[in-house]
T-cell receptor, first 114, second 111 residues
């Protein structure tokens, strides 16, 4: 089955700790994205990547970091510098061809800072 | 700055009726607009895309309109069913690889 996987589904972290969220896709998509969703809020873009070894900041990149060493993988690290990290994190991917890019989303990771 | 407004946070309708959700945008000239469905605790799922030169798009019980003069898209679900209950997100796109999403409208279809 083609799709996007995110792990873990639930993650708990103590304040001051860095944590890495996994995102893998086997859709052969070039572009990948990370969003954050808070209750009653829309999706806010954290980072996106169009090709391997390249990525751009989104609207709320502060306190986050990413890497794109493989086409299939786009892990997100939530650092201790992120002031309010408790949220639902969504990874997505899309083809690069054309500009009408339907995004395919993973199931999400719910991060809770204790 | 770019702004997306979806008509209401929540919409309740009776089963069998047509649900109409509104998406308005400002400071934007999108080339297309997408609609997604999101169930609680899950990622959004793509439903429909409509281009700026298309007035209307249909898929089964779903219909989307796009009025670039009014800067508005309407999303209709005809013969609504309880299984249609979910949050619906609109997302205008302007040709880049980023998508901006509205906050969504939570639709509840009452049996």
């Amino acid at each position: 089955d083609g799709g996007i996987t995110q792990s873990p589904k639930y993650l708990f972290r103590k304040e001051g700790q860095n944590v890495t969220l996994s995102c893998e896709q086997n859709l052969n998509h070039d572009a990948m994205y990370w969003y954050r969703q808070d209750p009653g809020q829309g999706l806010r873009l954290i980072y996106y990547s169009q090709i391997v070894n390249d990525f751009q900041k989104g609207d709320i990149a502060e306190g986050y970091s990413v890497s794109r060493e493989k086409k299939e993988s786009f892990p997100l690290t939530v650092t201790s510098a992120q002031k309010n990290p408790t949220a639902f994190y969504l990874c997505a991917s899309s083809t690069l061809a054309g500009s009408y890019n339907e995004q395919f989303f993973g199931p999400g990771t719910r991060l809770t800072v204790l | 700055s770019q702004k997306i407004e979806q008509n209401s946070e929540a919409l309740n309708i009776q089963e069998g009726k047509t649900a109409t959700l509104t998406c308005n945008y400002t400071n934007y000239s999108p080339a297309y607009l997408q609609w997604y469905r999101q169930d609680p605790g899950r990622g959004p799922v793509f439903l429909l895309l409509i281009r700026e030169n298309e007035k209307e798009k249909r898929k089964e019980r779903l219909k989307v309109t796009f009025d670039t003069t009014l800067k508005q898209s309407l999303f209709h679900i005809t013969a609504s069913q309880p299984a249609d209950s979910a949050t619906y997100l609109c997302s205008p796109g302007a040709g880049s690889y980023q998508l901006t999403f509205g906050k969504g409208t939570k639709l509840s279809v009452i049996p």
